[in-house]
Every structure is written in structure tokens, then in C-alpha cells.
């Protein structure tokens, strides 16, 4: 079992910044690859970073590459999401989740750990 708790969302004016954390407890050295996905009303979870646990590689979607960075501290057990010129389109509930199978993967059904999410939003 894997417990993750996000914090840190809030609102912010287009082009400034805001970092997310996601605390990790529990079974953590089950899980191999952290993931940040968002979602937006009436619109399906998406895909937002990743990182490897062990050795840190990470991938990004295209939408936010540049812009974002994910990262994790391995002594407090928790990831990060570091978010730079935000859009008001990047405005989204930003969930935490964690996949306990080797191999990166980029859809919501291939992560077995879920946060309660943060509210991250962005005004013009």
C-alpha cells in the first residue's frame, strides 16, 4: 500500500510559477516510476511528467516541456512538480500518483496509487 498526499496548488497570475510536492508513505519501494497527470472538468486525466525513482530519468508531455520540471528527494520520499510560466490553460486539478511495474507508462490505467489531488489555477 502506497499513500500519497499532494499540496501546494493555489492561484497564480499567467507567467509566474508554483511548485507542487506529493509526500509518499507507506510501501514506497514498490513503487518504480512517480507520475503527475491534471484534469479539468468534463475532460478525461492527462498525462502532465514522470520520473524514475531510482535513477531520476524523467519524461514530460508536450504541452509542458520547458516549462516544467518534476524531481524527488529520496530522504523525505516525496516528488515534485516545479511549474514556470504558467498558462491559464495549465489550470487543472494536479494529482499525484505512483506505478508499481517497471517500464514508463503514460496513462492513468498503468498507475496503481493515487493522491486527492491539488487545485492549480492559473489567471490572465
Known amino acids: 500500500q502506497v499513500q500519497l498526499v499532494e499540496s501546494g496548488g493555489g492561484l497564480v497570475q499567467a507567467g509566474g510559477s508554483l511548485r507542487l510536492s506529493c509526500a509518499a508513505s507507506g510501501r514506497t519501494s514498490s513503487s518504480y516510476v512517480m507520475g503527475w497527470f491534471r484534469q479539468t472538468p468534463g475532460k478525461e486525466r492527462e498525462f502532465v511528467a514522470a520520473i524514475y525513482w531510482s535513477g531520476g530519468n524523467t519524461y514530460y508531455a508536450d504541452s509542458v516541456k520547458g516549462r516544467f520540471t518534476i524531481s524527488r528527494d529520496k530522504a523525505k520520499n516525496t516528488v515534485y512538480l516545479q511549474m514556470n510560466s504558467l498558462k491559464p490553460e495549465d489550470t487543472a486539478v494536479y494529482y499525484c500518483?505512483?506505478?508499481?511495474?517497471?517500464?514508463?507508462?503514460?496513462?492513468?490505467?498503468?498507475?496503481?496509487?493515487w493522491g486527492q489531488g491539488t487545485q492549480v489555477t492559473v489567471s490572465s
Open positions: 500518483a505512483a506505478r508499481t511495474k517497471g517500464g514508463l507508462r503514460l496513462g492513468v490505467k498503468d498507475y496503481d496509487y
